[in-house]
C-alpha cells in the first residue's frame, strides 16, 4: 500500500466520515485509497446450545457478510469521487490489521466514536491504538456532536 491512504470502514456513521475524509485527502494527493472492513468471528460469549437463529448469526460467513455490507454500503455512499478506492475485507482484530497495514501507508484515517471510558477499558479503542502503534501518521475523525 505504499503512497496510499488506509481508512477502517465499520459501517458505523463515523467510520463512513472517516472514508470521506481519506477519499477528499486521496483526491488532493493523488494517492491510493485502502478501504479496510474487518471481521471477526467471536464465540466468546456463548455458553451452552443456542438457538438456529443465534447460531447462524455467530457463523463465520455470517460475520464476513457483514464485514462485506458495511465495506460495499460506504462505498456506495461515498460513489464516483474520482479517487482510486481498494475496497479490503480482512479477518482479525481490526485494532491490529490496521496498524499491519499502516507499515506501508502513508496516511492511516480511523473513526472515533467515543464509547466512553468503561467500554474503551474493557474492549480498548481501535483509534487509541492505531494512533499510539502505527507505522505512519494517523487522522482521527471523530464523531459530530449534536446540539
Do not use: F
Amino acid at each position: 500500500m505504499a503512497g496510499s491512504i488506509v481508512v477502517g470502514v465499520d459501517g458505523s456513521p463515523v467510520s463512513k466520515a472517516a472514508l470521506r475524509w481519506a477519499v477528499d485527502e486521496a483526491v488532493r494527493r493523488d494517492s491510493d485509497v485502502a478501504a479496510i472492513s474487518v471481521w471477526h468471528r467471536d464465540n466468546g460469549v456463548v455458553s451452552g446450545p443456542v438457538p438456529v437463529e443465534v447460531a447462524a448469526q455467530l457463523s463465520e460467513e455470517h460475520q464476513k457478510s457483514l464485514g462485506q455490507k458495511a465495506l460495499d454500503e460506504a462505498l456506495y455512499d461515498i460513489g464516483n469521487v474520482g479517487a482510486r478506492i481498494r475496497p479490503v475485507l480482512v479477518e482479525g482484530d481490526p485494532r491490529h490489521v490496521l496498524v499491519e497495514a499502516s507499515a506501508d501507508a502513508d496516511l492511516l484515517v480511523v473513526g472515533n466514536r467515543g464509547h466512553g471510558a468503561v467500554t474503551e477499558t474493557l474492549l480498548g479503542s481501535v483509534s487509541a491504538q492505531c494512533v499510539h502503534h502505527a507505522a505512519c501518521p494517523v487522522v482521527v475523525v471523530k464523531e459530530a456532536t449534536t446540539g
